[in-house]
Each structure stands twice: as C-alpha cells, then as structure tokens.
C-alpha cells in the first residue's frame, strides 16, 4: 500500500495533483482544502501523505487502484474519520470536504449542524450522524492541524489532546478549553506531560 508520495507537482486541477517520482507520474485525487495548499507549488516537490482505494464494482470485475493526497498525517487520518460515517464514503468525503481540516473539526465537535450542513452533499441528516459519530474524537484536529507534526511529536500531540480533555472534565466548554490549549502552544515551548500544558495556562492566566 502505498502512504507517502514525493515528487515534483507537475500539474494540478480541481480534482487531482500529478506527482512525478522517479520514472512515472502518479495521479493523486484531492479533496479542495489541500489543492488550495498545493496553489502556487507547481514544478516543486511537494510530499504527500496518501490512501489507496479501489473504484469500481467488484462485482464486475473493473476496480480501479486510486491515491487520495493529504498535506499531513492528521489531514489523513481526519479524512479517514470522515468516511468511517455512514452514508459517506470516499466519493462524497472527496467532494464535501472544501473548508480546512481545522474548520470542520470544530463545527464537529461544536454540533454545529447548520455549518455541517453547508459542506457539499452533507444535508442535515449526515451532519447530526457525522457529529454523534465523530464528536468525542475532534479533539486532537481542533487543536492540531496546521503543519505536518514530525514523528518525534507525536508524542506531545498526545500530551496536548490529554490536556484539553482534563479542561473538559474542570468544568470547562469545549471553545474555552481549546483556547486555552492553543494560547499555551503559541508560547512555542515543548510539552512533555499534561501537567507542564496547565502550568503554562494557569501562568498565562495569572500575568
């Protein structure tokens, strides 16, 4: 199975970015949030984190090997979430996912139904499912999207995923515990336990 690919981006559409490594190019399907990130990096290499799929119908016995591109292992590992709900797949999570990672994160774990419901093909229905489904699992994607994290900080997105949740159980909402987190990580210090993340807030706090 193939899960990164690195190349040079030699073109790009609305549906897909074509990647050349070594001797062949590969077509990659991306949903809308990452082409908007590929912009501007054509003839660059660029890396990207991929699921395979096979399209078709087995039953016919024409299925087809396809890639689908990520930025980052938590876009990935987002977008498989998505397609773990039922009555969304890999099609439709192609084709709704426009708004970035982060965005939808939080309307998850927000309910925000109305704002769910805007994504294309996600009526109200799919978001109130989406939402029971995925809503206790936001966390880590709220709070942690902007960049590639490097594998020696996995670790630490842990720590801070374990922070957010112990906000959670102080009594505090979900939107004030996630500021409090990021406010903490924008000191740029590195977190190794949840009680180092709620020593820097509390002293945020106190100045």
Known sequence: MITRITGKLTALTAEAATIAAGPFEYEVYIPEFVRRQLQGRLDTEVSLRT?????????RGNLTPRLIGFMSHAEREFFDAICSVDGVGVKKALRSMVRPVREVAVA????????????????????????????????????????ETPAGDEG????????????????HSSSDARQKVEQALQSGKKFKSIEEILEEIYRAQSR
């Open 108 to 147: 998850i774990e927000e309910q925000n139904v109305k704002q769910l419901s805007a994504l294309p093909g996600i009526g109200a229905g799919l978001a109130e499912r989406i939402i029971a489904k995925l809503r206790r699992k936001m966390a880590k994607f709220a709070l942690l999207v902007q960049a």
């Open 156 to 171: 630490e997105r842990g720590v801070v995923n374990d922070a957010y949740e112990a906000l959670l159980s102080l009594g």
């Open 51 to 59: 699921i395979e799929y096979l399209e078709g119908t087995p039953g």
